[in-house]
């Protein structure tokens, strides 16, 4: 009797000492960039953010200019028209990052001789302000559709990026789109 | 008595690593990882539950430099479904280019067309990799 009381402690104690090494304290929980967070929130995620700058950043960077050795482009500005008071230099910042990032790989490895045609994709290069040798404007704005009832809130927001030309003409525009419902009460600050 | 105690007291410290294995070995061959091949390219599920709920109808890649991925998804579930995909894309030089997780959300029952710009390459694979979204 006793040493089966002591084998099925011994066994309880194995388990419990093999608890995760990996599991982190309830305090602060660090997360993946990407990953949801447990407060819910109906407004733009870190996940978003991530998301729609590669997917600007990727399409922007694979668009065959012709016709131009370099391209100059200026990321000016990303209007929020939303209820949330999101910081929208982190979607700039993202973006930009994203942008030297992927127009990188696709730049020519070397520059071509004076007065012939450059052989490979144009290269890109990207400024924060908008001067005289700047080819296109690059801008955002988010815009939302958002809904309330007792039951809780729903938030569909849109954000669209264009691409103008020295004519103000849109050379190039995408948007990603979210929707969420969920409850009322998540504060973004 | 006393040796078998002490003997249990030794096992219980010297054998969480091998018992921790056992335990997160036994859980993912039940979660069981699945790999399937769609249209020539694999689809690699870390949980095989959601290659259960999400079908993949169709994988496509441009064959060429900055092309477009696209997959189609198929909810399978009579509930929204929201699942995780990356994208692994490898050129013929063996060089990886990943994309960063997207959460995809999918009405019940319904069907998706899913695209990616700018990640395609020249006579590469595209491996999609399919998981929970947390």
Redesign the interface.
Known sequence: M??QL??S??FL???S??T?VTKQSSKTTILGA???DTLGGTGTSS?DI??MA??M???I??IEWENYKVVRIALTHIENETRFPINANVIKDRLLADLVE?SQA?APKTAPAQGEVAPGPAKIQFTESVGANVDFRLSGRITALSKGSSEGVSDYLLYSFKLVDKANTVVWMKTYETKKQGNVGVMYR | MKKLLVLLVLLAFSSCTPMKRAQTGLARSIAGQERIKVDGYEVYCSEGKVCSEIDVLSISMENRDKGKVRVTFKNRTGNTALFQVRLEIRDPAGAVTETRPENIAIPPTQELSWEMPGVAKQGGTVRVLMNTAY
């Open positions: 006793l040493k002591l084998v402690t011994a104690l194995v388990m000492s093999c995760s990407s990953q949801e996940a991530r998301t590669e997917r950043a990727r399409d960077a694979a992927f696709s």
